[in-house]
């Protein structure tokens, strides 16, 4: 037996339920994980909430976690027990003690990384892999918008820009927001609680605007994000944190500028094994280098059993990185 987090309707944070489980023994191709930090990321909040929805309940929650290999199925080669291990790409379950995984979608942990920074920065540092350098390959001393440049994803996205020789204008919150993005690497940060993106955009650019925005934010920075796109541009929205993009008339494309849209994830670019290996090594070569840094504080470190709270900080857009659940 092991107890994990669980939900038996769609919901608010309210429907998380701290229960004991049965756990399986792990199949043949799967490996079993003891996890030792959970990452939250906010497409478990468009899970339980239903945006995304499950059909089968009751239901775990979250696939992303490190931690240490217990138990291997009777097919896998490529760990034994007592690994080191981080994984992002799992069945849904991973708030949990422990976790069956399939030994593909798994990569060994580097010692030199600890579960929490793995936990921390694997999901969205394999995201911002992909936006940056698959997506569309930002390229040395370019200007591009970011959203939420304070976020968890738009931290790492912040330090990579930088290494990158790029420019990002990151879109914050607050004051502070925005000195932590800049700390972090941001050549400019837009509050788009006082200033007009759109308009500070093109200040910035000097009346060009850029070729390319990656937005998570969604209903709410939608126009604002065409609006800061030069002729051709690309608009990534890669999330919906403050509600979906619907009701779309494509012709808006053509009046702004014959403008380009894509709706990428995670599970579109890392497919099979080799691009899973290939991302991972890239993402820790530049935590390995101290490149990329995630320092979670404790304010954000949350017990296993106390998830519910964790997604209310989350959804108050009161955090600043990444946020953890510890077991």
């Known amino acids: 037996m092991a107890k ?16 004991e489980f049965q756990l399986a023994d792990p199949a043949e191709h799967e490996i079993q994980v003891e996890n030792k930090a959970i990452g939250i990321n906010y497409i478990d909040t468009y899970v339980r909430s239903g945006l995304y929805p499950v059909t089968t309940f009751p239901s775990g929650l979250g696939t992303e976690a490190a931690g240490v290999v217990t138990r291997v199925g009777s097919a896998v080669t490529r760990f034994k027990t007592g690994d080191r291990v981080v994984y992002c790409q799992a069945p849904l379950g991973a708030y949990s003690e ?12 580097p010692e030199s990384i600890s579960f929490e920074q793995g936990a921390a920065l694997f999901l969205k540092g394999l995201t911002v892999q992909y936006l940056l350098r698959q997506t569309y390959k930002v390229s040395a001393d370019e200007i591009f918008l970011f959203h939420a440049a304070a976020g968890g994803v738009g931290l790492i996205a912040c330090q ?8 990002l204008i990151g879109t914050v919150g607050s004051a502070e927001k925005a000195q932590m993005a800049k700390d972090a690497g941001a050549w400019a940060t837009i509050n788009y609680r006082e200033e007009n993106i759109a308009q500070r955009v093109s200040e910035l650019t000097g009346g060009e605007k850029v070729a390319v925005v990656y937005d998570s934010v969604g209903k ?6 065409l609006d800061s796109l030069r002729r051709h541009g690309l608009m990534v929205s890669f999330g919906n944190a403050s509600g979906p993009v619907t009701g779309v008339d494509l012709a808006i494309l053509n009046k702004k500028g014959s403008l380009f849209v894509t709706r990428p994830s995670l599970y579109g670019y890392i497919t099979n094994r080799a691009e899973l290996e290939s991302a991972s090594s890239e993402l820790f070569s530049l935590i390995a280098s101290r490149v990329i840094r995630a320092e979670v504080p404790d304010a954000q470190k949350f017990a296993l059993s106390d998830a519910a709270r964790a997604h209310q900080v989350l959804e108050s857009r009161a955090t600043q990185g990444a946020c953890l659940l510890i077991p």
């Open 4 to 19: 994990r987090i669980q939900f038996n309707q769609h919901g608010g944070p309210e429907v998380l339920q701290w229960v």
């Open 98 to 109: 422990a976790h069956n995984v399939a030994a593909d979608s798994v990569v060994s942990l």
């Open 160 to 167: 990579w820009a930088k290494a990158l020789g790029a420019h």
């Open 220 to 225: 709410d920075t939608w126009e604002a994000s």
